[in-house]
């Protein structure tokens, strides 16, 4: 073919292309018509909505690394995974992992040194005793529970970078990604709609949300804050975002009851129990979900006054608390553009 024929045949096909793709600025269809995809992945309803595409195999692209994600990182019904090849080696021998699982392990650790132990990525022997999510979760024997808290210590998970490799120094010990593989998904996701030139989405895992760009019409995309006493789609507030992703973790997500007492999911390492303190959610507001899923799960064990601290010292990061007598707290970067929606709950300033 000649250079000229060739070059009036790209001018073409970009001309196609911006007429097909580039419907982004035509806001009104785009917003009325975005593509929706739904899936049931590591454990919660996945939804995808894009605004500026129709191609569905962007979104089965990102379902699939979804997967992947959840093959190599599950503890719970996957024969194999790369966690419970490591799991079952505890005290034994390294094993060799993939850059996925060593990536989430690392910042799994170093959210574990930054809340000095209250956040433990090797609090699987004690997530494992009280089965919470499933039909038989119970509370655990004293002894049993003591014992566990024996065998959490993530200083005695071994990183080697250079080798990809990790290693639990002492047998019984059990790795637990669930506070943040999820949040890891949902930012691969975001690359994946990046990657293929996605401007506009919305993304949710479960109570992880991210947001592409803005809203298709300019204007920033309006994330409802859960009310964590209603049933899920009730919102005490609302935040203005672009490209940020916003993370609530709730002791009210997962919990059982036995003999009139509520025990929810997110546990104290040194004691083996769920931790109490006045705190009933909280949502984290930043660029990468594994940050933020840590962060949530973080400010939920540490409670308000120590969690506030934190998240108002660390950089990018901004956070809303909900006490459980129905208090707001917002740190300074989201105090003002919070709305709070409904009248039940107030805003301290
Ligand atoms: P959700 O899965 O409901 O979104 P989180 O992100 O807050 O909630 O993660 C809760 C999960 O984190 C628990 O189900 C458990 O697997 C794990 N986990 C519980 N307590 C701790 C802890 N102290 N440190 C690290 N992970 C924890
Ligand atoms: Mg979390």
Redesign the pocket.
Known sequence: MNRSIKSVLTIFICVILVFTSGCKNNTKQSSANPLIKTNFILGTLIEIKVFDTKDEGIIDEAFSRISEIESKMTINNAETSEVILLNNEAGQKEVKVSPDTFYVLEKGKYF?ELSKG????T?GSI?KLWN??TDYAAVPQQAQLEEAVKLVDYNKLVLNKSEYTAKLEQKGMKV?L???A??YAGDEVAAILRKHGVEHALISL???MLVIGGNPNGSPWKIGVQNPFDARGAYIGIIPVKDKTI?T??TY??YFEEKGKLYH?????KTGYP?ENNLISVSIVTDFSIDA?AL??IT??LGFEEGFKLMESLEGVDAVFITNDKKVYATSGLKDSLTIVNNEFKLQK
């Open positions: 574990s209250s956040f433990d990525i609090i997530v919470i999510g637990d669930g506070a943040i999820k949040g479960g109570g992880n993370v973790s709730g997500e997962r999911h997110i546990l104290d390492p931790v899923d949530s799960t939920l064990l």
